[in-house]
């Protein structure tokens, strides 16, 4: 993120231009899962880390991106976060949804952080391989839209309804 300060307004268009040039998105074209994203460097980096990071952690959101807009949840915002391994250098443990690697191409599921970071998640699943991200993930966003509160952020509604439940209800819920 760049921030610039004490800009003249007569010259904000010029230096729109300028980024716009170098391929530099305004901020509302940019998606807010992308935004409010984060991962650690691990592989090849970190020599803790036991999985991939901050290389995969953008097709992760470009594929809760497409989950997300194929069942009707297209404006959602989920605060997500990734690690490499347990250590939570990126603060998995706060986030909404969390992936935390531990083994290659393997990461535990964490669901029911604050969307403001100030609740930790709970371990929701041990260990999910990178291809079932959506098989997994489905259900949950499932049960989130026939129950969620008015307003709710998805953190909030993992948090209130708790894993238990949402296990319960991806047991029986037909992909």
Known sequence: ????????PKD????ESILREHG??????????ARLAMACPALPLCGLA????ERIMPSY?????????????????ILMRMTGCPNGCARPYMAEL??????????????GGSPV???TAYPFMAKMNTDALEDTIEPILAMFIQQRTEFEAF????????????SKYSETYLL
């Open 98 to 111: 969390a992936f935390v690697g531990d083994g290659s191409k393997t990461y535990q599921i964490w669901l």
């Open 61 to 77: 959101i470009e594929r809760m991106r497409v989950l997300l807009d194929r069942m009707n949840l297209p404006g959602e915002e």
């Open 1 to 8: 993120s760049i921030i610039f300060r004490g800009i003249d």
């Open 24 to 33: 530099i998105a305004p901020i509302e074209e940019i998606d807010p899962n």
């Open 50 to 53: 036991q999985g991939e990071a």
């Open 12 to 15: 904000k268009d010029g230096i």
């Open 117 to 119: 970071l100030t609740r």
């Open 155 to 166: 953190g909030d509604f993992c948090h209130r309804v708790g894993s238990e439940a949402i």
